[in-house]
């Protein structure tokens, strides 16, 4: 662990470090004595904005010793591949860069906000997740959402994003409307951008969806974050059918999204805290499907209305 | 017969319901998330902490005011199913001794 890295995640800025430096790139992370890099095409960078060497957008905090969260820096330990290697995946940048999404979710949850594995996309202003299982069909939802409905569907993480939970029902756990850090103190490594924030000041604006590195193969992005309207909760089955869940229904489900480690039983205690947090704040639908685009057009008449003139 | 929870398993509240869910040692016993009724929850939580099954049953006795023979089958039956599931680990009464 030679060189320390600087993320931005969700507002925050994260220490880091890599086995193999391409995974640093790949997620966007820059060496901590650097500036990142000016807007493609020259220009001035907007205050708080900057976009990464790829063509991925992600909101930084100020580029100040200050600004980074004090924490040791995410890293994945040579131990834990062991844990994290399935099939035939080696040892290798793209995997160390997958990997790690467990260890910032880990990182980012004193902080009230962890990473969801999920397609994130925006609709009117507000972000929806399709959340599943890999290969139940995420993508090919999201995808006939935008066919069916050209332009008004936008893909604001295709794989991965990041939650920020910012309810004042539990102002105990989310100051990060306030400023960025855990329940117990003041954290001056917040970004002094998040309570002034406009997509979290907005509505009850009670969890917000963050773009992050981790787009998936499509490398969906693009989309700003947005406060979350909603969840689709996405399984395959005989006939296509739409329920809303109660939030009973719908807790262990979205629990079994949120991206730990799994290693500390402090961690599944919080991951759970989030997952009811979700699961109580915002309308969770599940989705049979069993054919598309029919699935897709009962998802639209339902979650997605068009108002009639 | 005495019983130890499983190290690495915790027992959490999801939207009011009792859940326990093993970390990645654990998961190699036991499921990866169990939903439980309510009176399983408080007899794991009790063991947990270390309570004995006298404890357990005396608290259980004064909840529900049924016969402590009565408690003290159900309870013995909830410790073997939670058991059976890996949650809960047996250990002889020679094994405590020593």
Redesign the interface.
Same mark, same amino acid.
């Given at each position: 662990m030679e060189q320390l890295y600087t993320i931005s995640l969700a507002g925050l800025t994260l220490p880091c470090a890599f086995h193999y430096p391409e995974a640093a790139r790949a997620l966007n992370a820059f060496p901590s004595e650097e500036k990142p890099p000016l807007l493609a095409g020259g220009g001035d960078r907007p205050q708080g904005r900057w976009r990464g060497s790829s063509d991925i957008c992600i909101r930084s905090s100020e580029r100040s010793e200050k600004s980074i969260l004090p924490i040791p820096p995410v890293f994945l330990p040579p131990e834990e591949w062991k844990?994290f290697l399935t099939g035939d995946m080696t040892e290798s940048a793209g995997s160390e860069a997958n990997i790690l999404t467990a260890f910032f979710s880990e990182a980012l949850m004193p902080y009230d906000r962890c990473v969801i594995h999920a397609v994130a996309i925006r609709w009117k202003g507000q972000a929806w997740l399709i959340s599943a299982p890999s290969g139940v069909g995420k993508s090919t939802q999201a995808r006939y959402l935008q066919a069916l409905r050209p332009g008004e569907f936008d893909v604001i993480c295709g794989d991965r994003p990041i939650l920020e939970f910012c309810s004042p029902a539990q102002p105990k756990t989310s100051p990060a409307c306030r400023g960025g850090g855990p329940a117990s103190r003041p954290v001056e490594g917040s970004s002094p951008s998040s309570h002034r924030d406009p997509v979290c000041a907005e509505a009850s604006a009670s969890i917000i969806v963050h773009p992050s590195p981790w787009n998936g193969k499509e490398r969906w992005h693009g989309a700003p974050a947005a406060p979350l309207g909603g969840v689709i909760l996405l399984e395959r089955g005989e006939e296509n059918a739409l329920k809303l869940l109660k939030?009973?229904e719908?807790?262990?489900p979205a629990?079994?999204q949120i991206i730990h =480690?799994?290693?500390?039983?402090d961690i599944?205690?919080k991951t =759970? =805290?989030l997952?009811?947090a979700l699961?109580?704040t915002v309308p969770v639908w599940k989705l049979t499907t069993h054919q598309v685009p029919d699935s897709t057009k009962l998802l639209l008449a339902s979650v997605f209305p068009t108002p009639t003139l | 017969m005495t019983y130890q929870a499983r190290p690495g398993v915790a027992l959490v509240s999801i939207c009011k319901e009792p859940v326990l869910i093993p970390n990645r040692e654990a998961y190699a016993y036991c499921k990866r998330i169990q939903k439980l009724p309510l009176i399983w929850a408080l007899v794991w939580d009790a063991i947990s902490m270390g309570k004995s099954m006298d404890h357990v049953v005396r608290v259980n006795q004064i909840l529900s005011k049924k016969p402590e023979a009565e408690v003290r089958e159900k309870i013995e039956s909830v410790c073997q199913k939670l058991c059976e599931m890996g949650y809960l680990i047996a250990v002889e009464d020679d094994e405590v001794k020593e």
């Open positions: 844990y939030p009973r719908a807790g262990i629990y079994l =480690a799994n290693r500390d039983t599944l205690k =759970a =805290a997952a009811t699961a109580e | -």
